[in-house]
């Protein structure tokens, strides 16, 4: 004679099927999920090499516009994807602002210049747990954006003037201050080793 299994054993069975087949779905989904921030900014990289700026600069801003966007995710949107990823980030408006001054729009290339500084200023890394070499990959690409900021405005006047790094006009007003774009091994403190 067989024995019927009771209503508590089959709904324990049951239960434990369905649990199992959403959690191999979730884990389906988050296998074949691949960020569309690095899609976003490998294309942007792909139409600069080509020398396709318009379309660079509307991949480089779609990548930042959705690192902006994923910055206010929800909780379970948090729980089960990465967070964007801030450096990267700060390189789509680095190439933004490449793509913008290979286009001859310098006013907005130095926004995106800053954009791209204020995401990744170089010293915001030393509280974290990064390794010697992440750290000096991150510092070297803001210094990189901030000597290009320095070489617009040295090639254009016009622009420095309006963001107030312009040289002074009258040659009598010229103090020690150190002007975007001059070599720092000539001014007064330290400088850069490097240059000296």
Known sequence: MQKN?????????????????????????LHQWSDTQYALYNRGIAAYRANDMQVAIKFADQSLSLYKSRRASTWPERFFYPRPDKELAAQAAFLKGKALLRSNQPSAAVQSFKESLELNSGNLYLGRHL?????????????????DLELVFKNNPPQAKKQGKGKPQDKGSQGTTPVPGEDPSTQPGKGRRDTI
């Open 5 to 29: 299994k009771s209503f508590a054993q089959r709904l324990a069975v049951t239960s434990t099927a369905v649990a199992g087949a959403i959690i191999f779905s979730i884990g389906l989904c």
């Open 131 to 147: 390794s010697e070499e992440e750290f000096h990959r991150y510092y070297e690409a803001a210094m990189v954006t901030k000597y």
